[in-house]
């Protein structure tokens, strides 16, 4: 098993959002980044677990677990010209894009904000605290996923 963080903006589409759709799955489309692409084709598999950050918000955080419900399989929003996702190089036959299932697990008791990542040793090393890391899809390792896991949880904060 592995473990993900994945981000999205909870104006577009938030936590909560996830857990209203039918079996609280919805699909991870949009995703335009090579290297986030990539984890998702490549690395993600049905079961691993996923923190929910919510970005570009008042308070950025990390608010639930998901869980990867189907593995990558192309992100056919690419193929309509309507959608905001659409790109035309990629095709049915060709598919230069590509998305996962997600399903909601559990909701924090709190937002893990970026503030409490930092105040924990064992969280520097996170991606999403390094300069310059954007990606709305990255890895996290299994002992940065217990300790969030471990501070979202706490009767109080």
């Keep these: ?69 189907r593995e990558a399989y192309p992100d056919f929003f690419s193929w309509d010209p309507k959608s905001r996702y659409y790109d035309p190089k990629s095709t049915p036959e060709n598919p230069r894009w590509f998305m996962v299932d997600v399903t909601w697990e559990k909701a924090f008791r709190h937002v893990v904000t970026l503030e409490d990542l930092r105040a ?3 969280l520097r090393g996170m991606k999403v605290l390094q300069r310059g890391q954007r990606l709305s899809v990255m890895p996290v390792t299994k002992e940065e996923f217990d300790m969030v896991v471990a501070i979202g949880m706490k009767e109080e904060k």
Excluded at 15 to 43: C, I
Excluded at 55 to 64: A, D, I, K, Y
Aim: with cysteine; glycine share 6%.
């Design 1 to 69: 098993m592995k473990y993900w963080l994945m981000k999205s903006e909870p104006t577009v589409f938030s936590f909560e959002d996830l857990k209203k759709k039918p079996r609280s799955t919805d699909h991870w489309e949009g995703v335009r980044n090579y290297q986030a692409r990539n984890y998702m084709k490549e690395e993600m598999r049905k079961g691993d677990k996923v923190l929910f950050y919510h970005s570009n918000c008042e308070v950025p955080g990390v608010v639930g677990i998901a869980v990867i419900s």
């Design 120 to 122: 924990y040793p064992g």
